[in-house]
């Protein structure tokens, strides 16, 4: 209890300095509104998440629902603190409710060749997942930043909890259009699922207009369980 308070009251401090800074950021559209709808076998499940971010910080809150999982909300926040010119601290923190506790931190080190390394726990209690990698888990990657803009990453999300090797190897684009972007991400699993031991291709597409976005992705064995998915978002900036 002691340390769901302590997680708690540091959520609330961050959602109360990103009020205070928020006519700051309204000019640059701070809130973001998107929709979400997952297609399975046999049903389709929705999620809806607004999120506020200005000054490295964000805040987000959202709720998912479909008739097998249920409905889960939950509530998060996540900054980035910079040492210096190479070095960027990125900590998170998530409830939800059914008790789920959970956490990361990521650490970048370089400047336009860059690596990365991350860490996730949860309190293991029940949680939809809405990407494609374990929240249990080890993150190390590489990526560049080209001068016009164009990004490129490699890296691998992989359990290091539940001993299922499960494995996310990604590779990752973000391509700039005058003032919207395009990003690109493949991703290769591996490891243990519902279904058994599996491998398999997914992938996403986003595009960002100045205030509209829309992303299409298709998760084999999503979330590691029995069935595919696929999932089509759309949302707004304001």
Same mark, same amino acid.
């Given at each position: 209890?002691?340390?769901?308070?302590?997680?708690?009251?540091?959520?609330?401090?961050?959602?109360?300095?990103?009020?205070?800074?928020?006519?700051?950021?309204?000019?640059?559209?701070?809130?973001?509104?998107?929709?979400?709808?997952?297609?399975?076998?046999?049903?389709?499940?929705?999620?809806?998440?607004?999120?506020?971010?200005?000054?490295?910080?964000?805040?987000?809150?959202?709720?998912?629902?479909?008739?097998?999982?249920?409905?889960?909300?939950?509530?998060?926040?996540?900054?980035?603190?910079?040492?210096?010119?190479?070095?960027?601290?990125?900590?998170?923190?998530?409830?939800?409710?059914?008790?789920?506790?959970?956490?990361?931190?990521?650490?970048?080190?370089?400047?336009?060749?860059?690596?990365?390394?991350?860490?996730?726990?949860?309190?293991?209690?029940?949680?939809?997942?809405?990407?494609?990698?374990? @929240?249990?888990?080890?993150? =190390? $990657?590489?990526? &560049?930043?080209?001068? *016009?803009?164009?990004?490129?990453?490699?890296?691998?999300? #992989?359990?290091?909890?539940?001993?299922?090797?499960?494995?996310?190897?990604?590779? @990752?684009?973000?391509?700039? =259009? $005058?003032?919207? &972007?395009?990003?690109? *991400?493949?991703?290769?699993?591996?490891?243990?699922?519902? #279904?058994?031991?599996?491998?398999?291709?997914?992938?996403?597409?986003?595009?960002?207009?100045?205030?509209?976005?829309?992303?299409?992705?298709?998760?084999?064995?999503?979330?590691?369980?029995?069935?595919?998915?696929?999932?089509?978002?759309?949302?707004?900036?304001?």
């Amino acid at each position: 209890m002691k340390q769901r308070l302590a997680i708690a009251a540091v959520l609330a401090a961050t959602l109360s300095a990103a009020a205070a800074r928020s006519q700051d950021a309204s000019a640059s559209l701070p809130w973001k509104l998107t929709v979400g709808e997952y297609f399975y076998d046999s049903y389709q499940g929705n999620d809806v998440n607004l999120r506020w971010r200005a000054g490295g910080n964000d805040a987000w809150l959202g709720v998912y629902s479909d008739k097998v999982f249920g409905t889960q909300a939950r509530i998060g926040s996540d900054t980035s603190v910079n040492f210096g010119e190479y070095l960027q601290l990125q900590p998170s923190l998530q409830l939800a409710t059914e008790g789920f506790v959970g956490g990361s931190i990521n650490l970048q080190v370089g400047g336009a060749w860059y690596t990365f390394v991350g860490f996730g726990r949860t309190d293991a209690r029940p949680y939809f997942n809405l990407n494609f990698d374990p @929240n249990d888990s080890l993150t =190390f $990657g590489a990526g &560049h930043r080209a001068p *016009d803009g164009t990004t490129y990453a490699a890296f691998v999300v #992989a359990d290091d909890r539940f001993h299922t090797g499960q494995r996310d190897w990604h590779l @990752n684009a973000q391509i700039p =259009f $005058g003032s919207s &972007h395009a990003t690109l *991400d493949l991703v290769y699993k591996t490891g243990l699922s519902e #279904a058994g031991p599996i491998s398999a291709w997914g992938f996403s597409v986003n595009y960002e207009w100045p205030r509209w976005f829309l992303r299409v992705a298709y998760d084999p064995y999503q979330n590691f369980s029995d069935q595919d998915a696929w999932r089509l978002v759309s949302g707004v900036r304001f």
